[in-house]
């Protein structure tokens, strides 16, 4: 939980969202993060971007199947980091 404890903190501190375009770019941009948390980082945003949840159906039908992949495969991950990545994916699929 150590790592995620970090990587849920960068995530959750994104509040820019006039600009939802540059959650993942903000995110790993953030100097602390080792690469090892980069990558991580990169892996959950894949995966909350992943086609197979947006492709077919509405925005929220997306939001609802990316949030409940994340939750699989990243257990770790907080309910409002989870809903931040969740929210700047819906923005890359509108």
Not at 21 to 49: H, K, P, Q
Not at 50 to 56: A, I, L, Q, V
Not at 60 to 87: D, I, N, T, Y
Request: aromatic content about 12%.
């Amino acid at each position: 939980m150590g790592q995620f404890s970090q990587i849920n903190a960068v995530i959750e501190a994104y509040t820019d969202w006039a600009r939802p375009w540059m959650f993942y770019d903000s995110v790993v941009a953030i100097e602390r993060l080792a690469d090892d948390e980069r990558s991580l980082i990169t892996a959950i945003w894949s995966e909350g971007c992943n086609e197979r949840h947006w492709s077919d159906g509405s925005v929220p039908e997306g939001s609802a199947a990316a949030e409940l992949a994340l939750e699989q495969s990243f257990p770790a991950l907080s309910a409002k980091a989870r809903s931040r990545v969740v929210r700047a994916a819906a923005y890359q699929w509108k």
